[in-house]
């Protein structure tokens, strides 16, 4: 039996990830601090033989016994009021976290997957966004703290790979929804849902006409899988590349949930990149890639969920 670590596995990402790796047979080491990750998240995992979970933070030394044939390296604050909050784990989890992680991969030979994301191009002047695009990041200003974790991850990654010769993969990841979101998490889509179904005002910064382009969770699972099983050791967009304005998506949340709610508009933070949508080219030449799950069908599903946790 394979044995796979993943960080951030209490997370949305992380466990959505360690139901497909369990489902593939492997066995799944999971691992949290439970700063912005949740243990109903994985409890169906818990029973499982196959899976074991380490309440443990990555920024200090990792501990693993026996031994280890991937790593997916998933754990971070990464939705911007949480990294608002926590400017100092963010960064840490990013540099220090990363380190130790690659540490683990380098001593245990095993192939090590690490989650950047499309906060590496920042407020993009390149439209859409190719990985040759160097970006467009202010490292001072609020979203700082991410997107500069995140490319020192990608920096200090190409390094244990040239250097150590780890075998090392880079997802950037663009936008990405569905159940296990939690509802407070700040971001768009989960704020819109809950607003709605509270009838409340749904709250759209700025004019909503900046954009994103959203990838349902199943979609973005399957593309790390694909990258992780790769031989491509370079950064690879996996995103949906049908890009909406803010505005639209505040729309399609009230059409579906039926809501009464009214669309408000309120002042843009700082620094909130204008436009984002993947060039997923290569993901689909590397990979054989492309997301497959409609907006229409991902937001049902997403909505499905949100109704199971606020009954
Ligand atoms: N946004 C909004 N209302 C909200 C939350 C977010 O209009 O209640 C906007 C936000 O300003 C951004 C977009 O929706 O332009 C996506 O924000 P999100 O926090 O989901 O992630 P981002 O892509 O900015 O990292």
């Known amino acids: 039996m394979k044995r796979i670590l993943i960080t951030g596995a209490a997370g949305f990402l992380g466990s959505h990830l360690s139901d497909r790796f369990i489902t593939e047979g492997y066995d799944v080491i999971a691992m949290d601090n439970l700063l912005t990750g949740s243990m109903s998240n994985i409890e169906h995992l818990m029973p499982l033989p196959n899976f074991t979970f380490y309440n443990h933070d990555i920024t200090k ?35 220090l976290g990363t380190h130790n992680v690659l540490g683990v991969a380098k001593a245990k030979q095993a192939r090590i997957l690490v989650a950047s994301t499309s906060e590496v191009y920042g407020d993009p002047l390149e439209h859409p966004q190719s990985e040759e695009y160097w970006g467009n990041v202010n490292p001072v200003g609020p979203r700082g703290v991410y997107d500069e974790a995140k490319r020192f991850l990608e920096a200090i990654t190409m390094a244990y790979h040239n250097f150590h010769k780890v075998e090392t993969r880079i997802i950037r990841i663009f936008n990405t929804y569905g159940p296990r979101m939690r509802m407070d998490d700040g971001r768009a889509l989960p704020t819109f849902f809950s607003q709605a179904m509270n009838n409340q005002d749904i709250t759209v910064f700025g004019d909503g006409q900046q954009t994103r382009s959203f990838c349902y969770v199943d979609d973005l699972v399957d593309g790390i899988y694909r990258l992780l099983k790769s031989d491509y050791h370079l950064p690879v967009n996996v995103g949906n590349p049908i890009e909406i304005t803010i505005q639209q998506a505040a729309e399609e949340v009230v059409a579906l949930t039926q809501s009464q709610s009214k669309i408000i508009n309120t002042a843009l933070p700082e620094d909130d990149p204008k436009v984002r949508q993947p060039n997923i080219a290569k993901a689909k030449e590397i990979l054989n890639w492309e997301p497959k799950i409609s907006r229409e069908e991902g937001l049902r599903r997403t909505y499905e969920y949100f109704q199971t946790i606020t009954q």
Do not use: C, N, R, W
């Open 61 to 95: 030394f990792i501990h693993i016994p026996g031994e280890l044939d991937y790593i997916l390296h998933f754990a971070s604050p990464a939705s911007p009021i949480d990294y608002l909050k926590m400017p100092i784990q963010t960064l840490k989890v990013g540099a």
